[in-house]
């Protein structure tokens, strides 16, 4: 069985999650590793390189090039996935903080107008 963990292919073996590249463990060495998409290590507190530490949110990741498993968990808000969530990286980096405040704003609106719409159906 193949899958992947952050950017990079990993094959299951006798039970054990290993590198598909080096063979080792991906239970000890994880941290350790790059992405496999970018190249770059995780920042001292541990955010994805490409994000940095981004206002307003929880916890978040790029996708490590698969670009649907992008998501941010916002701090009041709902859990951004795949195209909504790379939308918004793109502000955070280029927007100062009220405007991101508005679009986290409109994002979480529109999601409950849209639940609304699917719950009159």
């Not at 941290?31 to 206002?55: F, K, N, S, V």
């Not at 859990?79 to 502000?91: H, N, Q, Y």
Request: glycine share 10%; with cysteine; charged share 15%.
């Amino acid at each position: 069985m193949t899958n992947h963990l952050r950017g990079h292919k990993i094959t299951l073996s006798a039970g054990i999650w290993r590198y598909a590249d080096t063979g080792a463990p991906t239970a000890a060495t994880w941290r350790t590793r790059p992405c496999g998409h970018c190249g770059q290590h995780d920042t001292p507190e541990g955010h994805d390189a490409c994000l940095g530490r981004l206002p307003a949110v929880k916890n978040a990741c790029c996708g490590h090039g698969h670009r649907r498993e992008a998501y941010a968990q916002l701090r009041h808000g709902p859990t951004l996935r795949g195209r909504a969530a790379r939308a918004f990286f793109a502000l955070a980096r280029h927007a100062p903080a009220f405007t991101l405040y508005l679009a986290i704003l409109a994002v979480t609106a529109l999601f409950w107008w849209r639940l609304e719409a699917f719950l009159s159906l």
